[in-house]
Each structure stands twice: as structure tokens, then as C-alpha cells.
């Protein structure tokens, strides 16, 4: 899995590429607790380029978003494509994070 | 060549660990190649074979115990069903007696560790365990020309 942070003016920009499993799901934990210890209140995950995830994906996800909330800040989704989105839709995750069709209208969403 | 009999399912045994996983995913993709299903619908079936190896590998054996995952695919049905049948020598466990994840529960107070068993039934046309002697089985089937 590719993961590339930006910095935008009012948030931090995560975009994933790839396979989000039990064995890459780490590496995007590390990559949020580096974000979040910037202290940006909003995180925004840009899930275009990705094509796969698991349950394991889900959970970092969730992971992720405990701790901006402890933080006072907010996780965005957007973009979300094909399996990847099946399975938002499936388990019930895509009624629990605020989800955009598009990068600028989740930056938009503080 | 002979054509692929659907009778004989290849095997593949693997150590009962994370690292087993890509070859498992690998063996099984070379499985259904012939088939040219949608890249959605492989993309399910890793999905289901990822849940149920990783519940293997993180639970069957007690830690630090030398377990084994063996996996048996075959198509079926002419090449429009996959059959996979997943076995280990771990502690007797059937993944489908838990309940359903709760999915109108809140974010923070959910129950999630059946998450993976759960999407395991939401990805295949059937899944079901048993166990046969010392040995647990686990039978999944897929639908390989659309979505289940």
C-alpha cells in the first residue's frame, strides 16, 4: 500500500493506493499518529487509489479516528470505489464516518 | 494437457501464521485465472480467505505453538464456482456460532471482533464449519461470474 500525506491549509491530506490488509494496515496507523501529532483537527482520507480492505483496514480506520476525536479533531472519507466501498456499505462503517465523493468537498467539511 | 479435473482439489499447507497469507492468496488466484471472473469478485474472495486465515493464525494455536493452516480449492459447476476448504489442527471453533456484529451500535461502544466472520458470510454463496476428528474444516463457496 502507498501512503501519501499533504498538507492542506485547514487539514492534513491522506491519500492510500494499494491493498489495505492485516499485514499493511500498520504502516497507515503510524503514518495517522504522525499526522495527529501535528495537531491537525482535520484528517481527511482519500481512498481513490484503493482496492482492497479488510476488516483489519477497518479497525485502523476506527483506531484512527479514537484518536483525532481524543484530540478535538474529525476524520473525512472520501472517494470511496468499488470493493472498498462494498464493504464500507456491508459492515456498517459508512454510516459511521462522514463520507464525500470528493477530496475538495471533505476539506470543505470542517 | 488434460483439462483440470473437478473432482481432485489442489492443496497447499502453510505454517499457521500472517506470513502464510500472501502465499495462500497467490495459490488460489492461480486457482480461478482460468475462470476470468470479475477482478470485484476476486477481490471478494481475498477478502473472505483473509478473514478466515488471519482468525486461524491469530486463534487456533496457543502462542508460539508450530500450528498449520491447509488450504484445498477447486472450480466447480464448469468454472462459474469456486470451493475452498480450509482446514487446521487448532482448538475445536466454529467462527459462525458468535452473534452477528451489532451494526446499529454506536462507534465507540460496538462490538467488532466479528467483524472479519461476519464479512466471511457476506462475501460467499455458502460457508460452513464442521469438525472432523481433530481437525477443523471450514467450506466456503463462491459464485465466480458476479458479485454474491
Keep these: 500500500m502507498e501512503i501519501v500525506s499533504m498538507k492542506k491549509e485547514n487539514a492534513m491530506l491522506i491519500r492510500l493506493k494499494g491493498r489495505m490488509d492485516v499485514v499493511t494496515s500498520p504502516a497507515f496507523e503510524q503514518a495517522c499518529d504522525k499526522v495527529i501529532l501535528g495537531g491537525d483537527k482535520l484528517l481527511v482520507l482519500d481512498l481513490g487509489g484503493l482496492e482492497y480492505i479488510s476488516s483489519a483496514g477497518l479497525r485502523s480506520i476506527l483506531g484512527v479516528d479514537k484518536k483525532i476525536k481524543a484530540q478535538g479533531g474529525k476524520l473525512a472519507l472520501c472517494n470511496l470505489m468499488g470493493m472498498v466501498k462494498e464493504v464500507f456499505h456491508v459492515s456498517g462503517f459508512a454510516e459511521m464516518f462522514p463520507t464525500f465523493d470528493t477530496v475538495e468537498a471533505a476539506l470543505g467539511s470542517t | ?148
Design chain 2, 1 to 148: 494437457m488434460d483439462p483440470p479435473d473437478e473432482a481432485v482439489p489442489c492443496r497447499l499447507k502453510l505454517p499457521a501464521t500472517l506470513e502464510s497469507l500472501d502465499p495462500f492468496q497467490d495459490f488460489v488466484r492461480g486457482q480461478i485465472r482460468e475462470s476470468r471472473c470479475p477482478q470485484e469478485t476476486q477481490f471478494k474472495i481475498q477478502l473472505a480467505l483473509e478473514e478466515a486465515l488471519v482468525n486461524i493464525a491469530h486463534y487456533a494455536y496457543p502462542p508460539g505453538g508450530a500450528g498449520w493452516i491447509e488450504l484445498a480449492c477447486r472450480l466447480e459447476s464448469g468454472g462459474k464456482r469456486l470451493w475452498v476448504e480450509i482446514r487446521d489442527g487448532g482448538r475445536a471453533f466454529n467462527p459462525f456460532e458468535r452473534g452477528k456484529p451489532d451494526m446499529t451500535a454506536s462507534l465507540d461502544k460496538r462490538q467488532i471482533g466479528g467483524l472479519g466472520i461476519f464479512l466471511v458470510r457476506q462475501m460467499t454463496e455458502k460457508a460452513e464449519y464442521r469438525r472432523d476428528g481433530d481437525t477443523n474444516v471450514l467450506t466456503l463457496q463462491f459464485g465466480l461470474d458476479a458479485a454474491p
